[in-house]
């Protein structure tokens, strides 16, 4: 995990956020609506659920472009959890954590409201309902990294035909860990009420539309939730 840094798929937001009207210079007030909503229920179904037709259809671009949408958010969750979690996971286990999140995330629940023409630009509201099957687990993981050791201790030591068996107890912890973020797959808890997430979209005097990045990041946080 040590190579693998948090990113943010910049060139796909770019598309998003740069809906420029190139060559023209007029006042605010003078430039087309645009269908804001829609343009931010692509992405999002992008992100969160693997799904790239509609965002194709109005951001442009080749299905690599969209497809990182996907891997990045999906990525960047990963890491999350393994930094919410104190977790150190090799490739092959971030691998795997990261299709078992991915998976997750194809079942998130969210609405984009129609967006509103405000002054500065616009202002939309998503309806998120968060998943709540990976929050709080450190009691679990503690459960887990006890039975991991308690299983190594009973495997351990000389076999009959006198061979040192050992066990790598944290590759074996962090293999159950996998197994129960796995089996949270089939019965996805959400919380009992939406959350509302206010984002506020300024257009710039040239018509570009600008979001602050930091309000997709809690988009991200509440769709599927880490910390307590």
């Known amino acids: 995990m040590g190579n693998r840094m948090k990113r943010w ?88 954590l990261e299709e078992i999140l991915g998976e997750a995330l194809t079942q998130a629940r969210y609405t984009v409201k129609e967006e509103q023409k405000v002054d500065t630009g616009y202002y939309i509201e998503v309806e998120v309902t968060p998943i709540l099957s990976y929050q709080g687990l450190e009691p679990k993981l503690q459960e887990l990294e006890e039975e991991a050791h308690e299983e190594a201790t009973s495997v351990e030591g000389v076999s009959q035909e006198g061979d040192v068996v050992t066990v790598d107890v944290n590759q074996l912890y962090l293999d159950k860990v996998l197994d129960y973020c796995e089996e949270q797959l089939s019965q996805l808890q959400y919380d009992t009420a939406p959350q509302t997430i206010a984002l506020d979209i300024r257009q710039t005097s040239q018509g570009e539309l600008q979001l602050d990045m930091n309000q997709i990041k809690t988009i991200d946080e509440t769709v599927l939730r880490l910390a307590s």
């Open 9 to 96: 798929a910049a060139a796909a937001l770019c598309a998003l956020l740069t809906l420029g009207l190139a060559g023209c210079d007029l006042p605010m007030l003078g430039f087309a609506d645009y269908d804001v909503s829609a343009y931010l229920q692509a992405l999002l179904d992008s992100s969160y659920k693997n799904s790239h037709a509609q965002f194709l259809e109005v951001a442009g671009g080749d299905a690599s472009a969209a497809q990182a949408n996907n891997d990045t958010t999906v990525e960047n969750t990963a890491v999350e959890f393994c930094n919410t979690y104190n977790l150190a996971m090799d490739e092959t286990q971030m691998d795997r």
